[in-house]
């Protein structure tokens, strides 16, 4: 284990910032609980998450502000205050979408979710100090006080980079569930339910199968959000609604109606042969 993993390991097993991420989880929830707030949070209407687009804004700012800083000289210094100013207002949808996602995350998740977002409050405090020495005409210390930000910021962008990639935060988790193309054999139609859902096996992906409006329906039975059990969701108006974290999903095509979920559900058609449940993936 290298110096970096085990850094955030000890945070992942550091119980003193549970004290601070329960009333941020509780605050944050009642802030998104909006409909509209959540899904356009959770990036519903690109279909992707937002928060890993929006990060790009205050860092490309900021880091090209210390660029100018650097090399640019004299004549770049008004553009260099311009990009720390607009690296602050950014900072702020970004935050929000990223408290968004946070918000339904626990345990050493949560930890890191929690020191991630200190040090990008820390980091913020610096470059608004930055502006505020920039504008005072202590050039020095400003561009002292972004080198600092920046570095936190970095630091910052590691634990968010961890808690995408090693620990799958906003991570589609049926990405690898392509589906058959053509139909497959799916188990025998006496084991299904005769009303409400039933999950069936499909090449070791579980599949949620049920009516709906007397037509047979199939989506994969794992949430795409956090992987939350489909088939023990609420199923109403031609929805089934996740009973983790409340996505809310088409039935007939697995299509998001409600977040946090940003990815759509697989969609299977479905048909009974000769006795037998048969599934081809929805293209
Ligand atoms: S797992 Fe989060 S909404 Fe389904």
């Not at 600092?148 to 988790?173: E, Q």
């Not at 497959?184 to 339910?193: E, I, N, R, Y």
């Not at 088409?250 to 042969?273: F, K």
Request: hydrophobic fraction near 40%.
């Amino acid at each position: 284990m290298n110096l970096l993993d085990d850094a955030v390991s000890r945070l992942e097993r550091w119980p003193a910032l549970d004290a601070l991420a329960d009333p941020l989880r509780k605050a944050t929830q009642a802030l998104v609980k909006p409909r509209v707030v959540r899904n356009l949070l959770s990036g519903i209407p690109t279909g992707h998450p937002l928060h890993p687009v929006l990060t790009d804004l205050p860092i490309g700012a900021w880091s090209m502000a210390s660029l100018l800083d650097t090399v640019g000289g004299e004549s770049s210094e008004h553009a260099a205050d311009v990009l720390v100013a607009a690296g602050l207002v950014v900072a702020v949808p970004t935050a929000a979408s990223g408290l968004n996602d946070w918000s339904d995350t626990f345990g050493a998740v949560s930890r890191v979710g929690v020191a991630h977002a200190a040090l990008n409050v820390t980091a913020l405090g610096f470059y608004g100090a930055s502006l505020a020495a920039r504008k005072a005409g202590a050039r020095g210390a400003g561009r002292g006080l972004a080198y600092l930000g920046l570095g936190i910021l970095l630091t910052s962008g590691y634990l968010g980079g961890h808690l995408a990639f090693s620990k799958g935060v906003r991570v589609n988790r049926t990405a690898w569930h392509e589906g058959p193309g053509d139909w497959q054999d799916a188990g025998p139609a006496s084991d299904l339910a005769p009303d409400g859902p039933s999950v069936v096996d499909l090449d070791g992906v579980p599949v949620l199968v049920t009516h709906d409006a007397g037509r047979l329906v199939a989506l994969d039975a794992t949430c795409t959000h956090a992987g939350g059990p489909l088939n023990e969701g609420t199923f109403e108006n031609g929805c089934v609604t996740c009973p983790w974290h409340g996505s809310t999903f088409r039935l007939a095509d697995g299509g998001v109606v409600h977040g946090p979920a940003s990815a759509p559900e697989p969609s299977y058609e479905a048909r009974v042969e000769d006795g037998r449940v048969q599934l081809r993936a929805r293209r």
